[in-house]
């Protein structure tokens, strides 16, 4: 049979991108002087019972973090615990939330207090936009929570309040249910009506968010009084929206990505590097690639690929490693089947990225492609000829390879040399 119609991969360089590094030098120093400056000593009392949220992101020195946080309360006689904050993740089984925050280095052992894993939730009530507000019945039924949180931009709208304290509390706490109806409804009105909701009720203490630079590293700290949480979310947000990493592309034929995951992104990949446009299915708007293509999924995912279908092309060793009942778990919680689709499937890294350059330019010439990581780590990254001569006029960039053939091995697997 035939092979499909497939163009060279030309030769590409290696780029660094040189971000700030600037970052939080004493984590745990600082999440002491932060519950000390919010007074967490008059907020809880000894031998009450506080949870603490825990949730499926890759979140930067997270075990340190609620390490931390539980000793302070230790410190006041009460009696911490963590409660698995993340929706419908890890297949919406509570063993499966427990596999997750693990390979996080958030177990019993390494934090020295329980975990507390269920499904099970207490309805609080029902948003202005008609979402059920559920909370962890585990979390609902201690003294207090603290809500410990990652505050960044959101990967399918933009509002005032994105990923943040308040959506751990309407989506993460909400477990699978709550994140179902607060999806169904509407995610950018109703998150914060749900955190008001679950607000009211008294029970968080103290909220704990989180910053980070391009870098995965711990840029900001910051604690806040349950009347001060959403207003921390909204000024943290535009912070982490300065730092976020771009590629500085507006328009690619190819979009190489090496790794997808929930550990990078909740959708996989992040829409704000690829296009939002691939998840809202509006009409395109910058940046616009042509073709993405995806070669792997992370083993910190579990096989949930939820998000794979915002790429074209993808390859054989990724779709083995498809774990469907957790992407259709997670798609559905979402409200959003398309995100679980799976586009065409390719043999190799190679096939996969030649046949998708010649499907962006069946005509050929000077292709436009870029190859990253991930999502996240925007640090280096391969370009062709066209894009490296624009590089080289911003002098935020350093040529670590120059133009050469795309690194593979004799298996067509694409390497990173």
């Known amino acids: 049979m035939p092979g499909f119609p497939r163009s060279p991969i030309p030769d590409v360089a290696l780029v660094r991108r040189h971000f700030s590094a600037e970052h939080v030098e004493d984590v745990a120093g600082e999440v002491r002087r932060e519950l000390a400056r919010v007074g967490l000593g008059q907020r809880v009392k000894g031998g009450q019972r506080i949870a603490l949220t825990a949730g499926s992101r890759g979140v930067a020195n997270i075990a340190l973090i609620l390490g931390t946080i539980a ?7 009460a009696k911490p615990f963590i409660v698995p904050a993340m929706g419908s993740h890890g297949g919406a089984t509570a063993e499966g939330q427990v596999e997750l925050i693990a390979e996080y280095g958030v177990t019993e052992e390494a934090l020295g207090v329980p975990i507390l894993s269920s499904m099970e939730t207490v309805v609080l009530g029902e948003t202005p936009y008609g979402a059920k507000v559920h909370m962890d019945r ?40 709550g994140a179902e109806s607060i999806h169904d409804h509407g995610l950018a009105r109703n998150i914060p009506e749900a955190a008001k909701i679950m607000l009211g009720t008294g029970k968080i203490v103290v909220g704990v968010g989180m910053v980070e630079n391009a870098y995965h590293q711990t840029y900001k700290i910051v604690a806040a009084p ?15 929206n300065g ?12 979009l190489v990505v090496d790794w997808m ?26 940046p616009i690639y042509k073709r993405v293509v995806v070669l792997n999924v992370t083993q910190e995912s579990h096989g949930n690929c939820v998000g794979l279908g915002a790429a074209d092309f993808t390859t054989r060793k990724l779709v083995s490693r498809l774990d469907i009942n957790k992407t259709y778990w997670n798609a559905l919680t979402a409200g959003d089947p398309w995100a679980a689709r ?61 133009l050469g053939p795309m690194p593979r091995d004799d298996h067509g697997n694409l390497l990173w040399v």
């Open 71 to 77: 000793e302070e309360l230790k410190k006041l006689d």
């Open 138 to 177: 585990n979390a609902h039924e201690a003294d207090g929570v603290i809500v410990v949180g990652r505050i960044k931009n959101h990967t399918s709208f933009r509002a005032p309040i994105e990923s943040g304290l308040s959506k751990m509390m309407a989506i993460g706490l909400g477990k699978q249910k």
């Open 226 to 240: 349950p009347e001060k949480i959403l207003e921390t979310d909204m000024e943290m947000l535009i912070l982490a």
């Open 243 to 254: 730092l976020i990493p771009r590629l500085p592309f507006d328009e690619l034929d190819v």
């Open 261 to 286: 995951g929930k550990n990078i992104s909740g959708g996989g990949m992040d829409p704000n590097v690829i296009g939002m446009w691939r998840g809202t299915h509006e009409a395109p708007a910058v």
């Open 342 to 402: 799976i586009p065409m499937i390719l043999e190799t890294d190679v096939e996969a990225v030649e046949v998708a350059l010649r499907s962006a330019a069946p005509e050929g010439g000077d292709l436009l492609m870029a190859r990253i990581k991930n999502t996240q780590d925007l640090g280096e990254f391969y370009v062709t000829a066209p894009l490296l001569e624009r590089l080289l006029e911003n002098p935020g960039y350093e040529v670590v390879r120059g």
